[in-house]
């Protein structure tokens, strides 16, 4: 019988002025940062499709900064509200910084050794089962795919480079021929093409990162922060986002390099960045294409009331009945 399965999700109200006269005691606002914490008023369906699609998830356990949704259910039993100060240390608060929020999670109080993190823009797009996420043994499922990192503009490449060079501490191509058959499969189809590139070094030089809810054990938070606590304490102690950072993709290289998952289709979730006209993402949204989607925001929608309210109305029609988890 496969273990109990939690989900983990982050989230902010970027509109309490509690929140933001804390937040400008440290940095005024910028353009960029205003879009990472803007609200889309679409996290009551988050919950709407955790409920509807995977209705076998044990508990929900939701990350803020001592910040509740006004339309939230505190008495839902499946409902776990945690504050940052349940599990970081007073040194590090308050923060700002994601890449701090999410690296010690495993420190929550009652979280199940399996568990699925998505942020608040990561949902469940149609019915799912633990099997999907898990094997019956509690194995993570995911796509071993090696990629070289590649410097974007606007992105976390600097980040998960730093996440690359902890790995090569402890991995290297050889542990990735020992399992060849995960990390080259037919399950990733094309994609196959990239790791056996990759693997023309000798030093892994980076992973496929899907940007999709991931699968992790508590375990492996454990074996990383074992072996690089004085470099994860660093990012905690970053109170906004660093180039120094490290985040929890490194957990994640980390299960991968280990064997510790079993290959999944790589067009499981999609990811889409959101514009002016999001009219793939709306169609994904209604046939339900992919099982999970992730619908980044974008600094350069020109008309933000407008994008967010047809996205809302796009929820409101597929799941348009309250969850246990609202009033």
């Not at 019915?127 to 999907?132: E, H, N, Q, S």
């Not at 339900?288 to 008309?303: A, F, M, W």
Request: net charge neutral.
């Amino acid at each position: 019988m496969i273990e109990p399965i939690d989900f983990v999700v982050d989230w902010v109200d970027d509109t309490d002025p509690v929140w933001r006269k804390k937040r400008s005691r440290y940095r005024a606002d910028t353009a960029e940062e205003s879009v990472r914490y803007r609200d889309w008023g679409l996290f009551r369906y988050w919950f709407r499709a955790v409920e509807s699609y995977s209705p076998w998830v044990r508990k929900v356990h939701l990350i803020t900064d001592h910040q509740v949704p006004s339309w939230i259910n505190r008495e839902n039993p499946k409902l776990h509200l945690v504050n940052h100060d349940d599990y970081i240390d007073a040194k590090d608060l308050p923060t700002f910084n994601s890449n701090a929020i999410e690296l010690p999670m495993h420190r929550i109080d009652n979280l199940s050794e399996n568990f699925v993190f998505f942020n608040d823009d990561f949902y469940v797009n149609g019915p799912v089962r633990p099997t999907d996420f898990f094997t019956k043994e509690g194995v993570p499922k995911d796509s071993g795919i090696l990629s070289p990192e590649i410097p974007i503009d606007n992105s976390i490449t600097h980040i998960t480079t730093n996440n690359v060079q902890v790995v090569n501490r402890y991995y290297s191509r050889s542990d990735v021929l020992k399992k060849i058959t995960k990390f080259v499969n037919p399950r990733y189809g094309k994609e196959n093409i990239k790791t056996i590139v990759s693997l023309l070094w000798k030093p892994i030089i980076g992973f496929d990162d899907l940007h999709i809810p991931i699968s992790f054990t508590r375990q492996a938070f454990e074996e990383v922060w074992k072996c690089d606590s004085n470099e994860l304490d660093l990012t905690l102690a970053h109170k906004f986002r660093d180039d120094a950072d490290l985040n929890i993709f490194l957990m994640r290289y980390w299960q991968l390099m280990k064997g510790d998952f079993v290959p999944r289709r790589t067009n499981f979730g999609k990811y889409y960045n959101l514009s002016d006209d999001n009219a793939d993402v709306i169609r994904d949204l209604k046939l339900g294409i992919h099982k999970l989607i992730v619908i980044n925001d974008q600094s350069d929608i020109s008309n933000f009331r407008l994008q967010s309210k047809i996205m809302q109305d796009v929820f409101r029609e597929k799941l348009p009945n309250k969850s246990s988890f609202e009033k």
